[in-house]
């Protein structure tokens, strides 16, 4: 479903990526890990084309995408969650959840302005989808509430619930379950089972908690220093030496 493919990203002087490359199979849940300042962000940066490499290619769909404004790769159906929360304090829940509309919203400033039939008839549909999504991340009863009520677990399925409700095939989380307690990582961990399996939603992860992506990715890939240093299945990585390496230093 999407290749990346010797992508290279600087900054000045700085190599935040060199010579990446990976591949994200359809239907899969492909973790990305390494530690802090190994690149996991820039990478979705680039992906979604907040950040254009300086070199390689990005193809979703055997399309090349790198290049593209991010809503217009939004469109083509990659969605994304971001470390900082992106939540509206000021708006009832569910309104943040038709948000996550927004990307296919094709309601005219008329139609807006003149509240026309088929406007409504949309936003009620927008709704009843938002609903659909607060069913499914458990928090339906909380659907008028206001988001400055919520937990910061409660606002973290908030915006998964956004990524989810524009139907993607591709939808990059980053750190989802930063500030979790465990019981609602548990409840994070099904929901991205639920998206692979049920929704048919590819996923890329990017997660501190190991726990998370050793029981959901299929394949897992591991940088560091802006590079790749190992991937393959949850089992194989955990052992490599490089990835120990990585993470726990050589000890000299």
Not at 40 to 60: D, E, M, R, V
Not at 144 to 170: E, F, H, N, T
Not at 247 to 252: K, N, R
């Amino acid at each position: 479903m999407l290749e990346v493919k010797d992508i290279t990203l600087r900054f000045g002087g700085l190599v935040a990526l060199n010579a990446v490359s990976l591949e994200v199979g359809e239907n899969s849940v492909h973790g990305v890990i390494g530690p802090n300042g190994s690149g996991k962000t820039t990478l979705f940066n680039a992906i979604n084309g907040i950040y254009p490499p300086n070199s390689g290619s990005i193809t979703f769909l055997g399309e090349r995408i790198n290049g593209l404004e991010p809503n217009r790769i939004a469109r083509r159906g990659i969605a994304r969650t971001f470390q900082l929360m992106r939540v509206f304090n000021g708006m009832a829940v569910l309104e943040n959840m038709m948000l996550g509309l927004s990307v296919q919203d094709r309601i005219g400033l008329a139609a807006t302005l003149f509240r026309l039939p088929h406007t409504r008839r949309q936003e009620r549909e927008m709704a009843d989808r938002a609903m659909d999504i607060l069913k499914v991340i458990r928090l339906d009863h909380k659907a008028k509430s206001m988001a400055s009520d919520l937990s910061i677990g409660q606002r973290r399925m908030i915006q998964l619930g956004q990524a989810m409700i524009s139907r993607p095939k591709l939808i990059l989380l980053d750190e989802p379950a930063a500030g979790l307690d465990p019981v609602a990582v548990d409840r994070l961990i099904e929901l991205i089972v639920y998206m692979r399996d049920v929704l048919k939603t590819t996923v890329l992860i990017i997660e501190h908690i190991m726990d998370v992506v050793m029981q959901v990715s299929n394949i897992l890939t591991v940088l560091d220093y802006g590079s790749k240093i190992a991937e393959g299945t949850p089992a194989v990585v955990k052992d490599d030496p490089k990835v120990i390496e990585a993470y726990l230093g050589s000890g000299e």
